[in-house]
């Protein structure tokens, strides 16, 4: 067995089919089906166990309850003010849309579509959106990029600081997708490489691999996948939290 033919079967997306209609050619992946799934979660299955009233569901509806209210009193009001805890919305879906997509990975047969860039990208690009949405709506066009340099900065170091500065308003985007992508992706590889352990030194000595090496592999298997159970509720905590305090900075230039 070839590590690197196991890595890129687990980790690379695989087109099942495409769909073809009006000279548009639509390929259907696994990381897009993991999406679609997990759209369909948010937009269905939440709404069902919001509304219902079964006892059964309760303790998922009050969870659901716990980290909304979490993300507008610790996320959202701190960083983008009082009144505007409307944008609580926007954050609750980046936060759940993301755990949910996280947590996938850990279903047989399914993928984490976090560990895709291109996936992590999007999501940037609706925060970049949001931030600068924010920030043209609550100062103005001219006052939101006039504002992008700090105030007191000498009159000559304006042509520096606002490229710096505007690049920097691509880069913290930028950044948000490279830390989830890399976040979700690493852990995937770290427990492949402990499993082709197994067959690695199998393929030396059987009984090295069977008696030596698997309990070993399998125990840090384990403690890996707890481990990247928490980092999936992190990333999506990190990736909402960073976004409002953008969100924020834009919005208040002091």
Known sequence: MEL??????????????????????LPVSKHLMMIALTAFILAVIFPVIIRSKS???????SM??????????????????ESNKGYTPYFATLFFFILIMNLLGFVPFAATATGNIAVTLA????????????????????????????SGVPVWLYPVMFPIELIGLFTKSFALAIRLFANMIAGH???????SFIFIFGSINLYLGLFVTAPVSVLLVLFISLLELFVAFLQAYV????TAIFTGAAMHPH
């Open 4 to 25: 690197k033919e196991i890595l890129e079967h687990h980790i690379i997306d695989h087109i099942y089919f495409r769909l073809s209609s009006a000279g548009i050619n």
């Open 55 to 61: 006892s059964v569901l309760r303790p998922f509806r």
């Open 64 to 81: 659901i309850e716990i980290i909304t209210l979490f993300i507008r009193d610790e996320i959202v009001i701190p960083n983008l003010g």
């Open 123 to 150: 999501l940037a690009l609706t925060s970049f959106v949001l931030i600068n949405f924010a920030g043209i709506r609550h100062q103005g066009f001219v006052k939101y990029f006039s504002h992008m340099v700090p």
């Open 189 to 195: 590889i770290v427990i492949l490489v402990f499993i």
């Open 239 to 242: 990736f909402a939290f960073l």
